[in-house]
């Protein structure tokens, strides 16, 4: 979960949902260094989440598992039922008491 805890992570995710992309296509469209799109995209290789297809001097990005989308539209839907929960707690407190 770690992994899909970085927002460039799941922006490189969200990028290649629609196709494979090569590192220039993705530094470009979202404005990051090479190293640090570099960086990123060698975790989410190492965790098997993206792999790529060498054409020739360029690596092509792709997702490797659809399921990846499955498994963050599940733990978004779960953070917001946090929220929301949390949220329900702070306007049941009486915050008149906290003032006075």
Known sequence: MKVLG???RLEVLELLK?????????????DKSQ?????????LIDME????EKKGNKNYYNI???????????????????HK?????AAD???YDTLF
């Open 64 to 82: 490797k598992y659809d399921y990846v989308f499955k498994i963050l539209t599940f733990v978004q839907s779960f953070v917001i039922t946090l």
């Open 6 to 8: 970085d927002q460039t």
């Open 85 to 89: 929960e949390k949220l329900k707690k």
């Open 93 to 95: 407190l009486d915050i």
């Open 18 to 30: 629609n196709g494979e992309k090569t590192s220039k296509e993705i530094e470009d469209t979202l």
């Open 35 to 43: 190293s640090t799109i570099s960086q990123h995209l060698k975790i």
């Open 49 to 52: 989440l993206i792999d790529f």
